[in-house]
């Protein structure tokens, strides 16, 4: 499906159910400040968390997968 379609799949690692069972947060939006102990987003809307992780990016699907099994597979 990588090489097919560009996606398709994902590799769930346990951050799908944590996610539905609330171990993790997900918040649409994107950072205007952050503070000593917060988060701004945009709307203004302050949040405060243990960790912020920014999911900005995005490559080639089969260069993930080149990455993580290998060009074999990938091939």
Request: aromatic share 10%; proline share 1%.
């Amino acid at each position: 499906l990588g090489y097919t379609k560009n996606g398709g799949f994902y590799f769930d690692a346990g951050a799908c159910q944590a996610i539905i069972n609330g171990k993790i947060k997900v918040e649409q939006g994107y950072p205007i400040a952050f503070t000593e102990n917060s988060i701004v987003l945009n709307g203004d809307r302050e949040q405060q968390y243990d960790l912020v992780v920014l999911a900005t990016g995005f490559s080639n699907t089969v260069d993930s997968v080149r990455n993580i099994l290998g060009a074999e597979i990938a091939d």
